[in-house]
């Protein structure tokens, strides 16, 4: 199966299959990655001053309300010169995304032509949210990864799956988020279903999370049902995460 017949899926335009007894609806929201390098003599400093601009002028037309937006810094990733940072939007529907985004596009141009970085890569993408991590956050971590789904296996089927997997390890302490991710325009074409999203709001809690897996979630029934609809996860990267705006 493709990217497009997943996007049309997070659009809603095939959220059921037949009579598939699943327990657990997703919900969409969209999300926008803006991949860039610094502009020279610029740097994460320069960045988080023009986010400061960026947010007085969103305040002003007041349709940036619903949008969180963060940084992404590349970490543990294969090649660390493509990119020096990702700017993360995070908006609960499509019809608020491209209200800002007409906005953005009518009044922006004098905000964007002060932007300390070059962007090489817009990525557009649907995200159905399977858990999200409580508590207060610091410097989060994040990990992307690409999987395929097994011969005949649905979406929906895959995040039951995780759905169920999260449950169960939240029961044993778990306390991370996790989403899958369907790139539409701008997304690098490749042989991937989706992307699976796995992220705390603390790196420690990330590493905690990893050893809570192989000591006492690893074999359960709920992991290994969800081994039955994965096909393969691979192109592990891992970035840093810093809260920008939160929605209100």
Known sequence: MKKLLFLLLALGSVLSY???????????????YYVASYNDRKDMNDLIDWAQDFEN???ESGLYDSMASSLLVPYF???????????????????????GLENWLTNGAKLLGTLPVTNSQVVDTWQ????????????GMVRYSDC????????????????????????????LGRKMI???????????DYVYALYANKASALGAGADLYWSAINGSD??????????SCSNYRMYSSIDIKAAK
């Open 18 to 32: 037949g009579q598939e007894a699943l327990e657990h609806e997703p919900v969409a929201n969209k999300a926008e």
């Open 57 to 59: 002028w969103q305040n």
């Open 77 to 99: 990733i294969n090649d660390t010169s493509t990119h020096d940072v990702v700017w993360l939007n995070i908006w609960p529907t499509s019809t608020e995304q491209y209200a």
């Open 128 to 139: 159905w949210a399977i858990s999200a991590p409580e508590g207060e956050g610091t410097i």
């Open 148 to 175: 395929k789904m097994k011969e005949g296996v649905t979406g929906r089927q895959v995040f039951n799956a995780y759905k169920n997997f999260a449950i169960a390890a939240k029961e044993k302490g778990d306390n």
């Open 182 to 192: 369907f790139p539409s325009a701008g997304g690098t074409e490749g042989d991937f």
């Open 222 to 231: 709920e992991d290994v049902a969800l081994g039955e609809v994965i096909e």
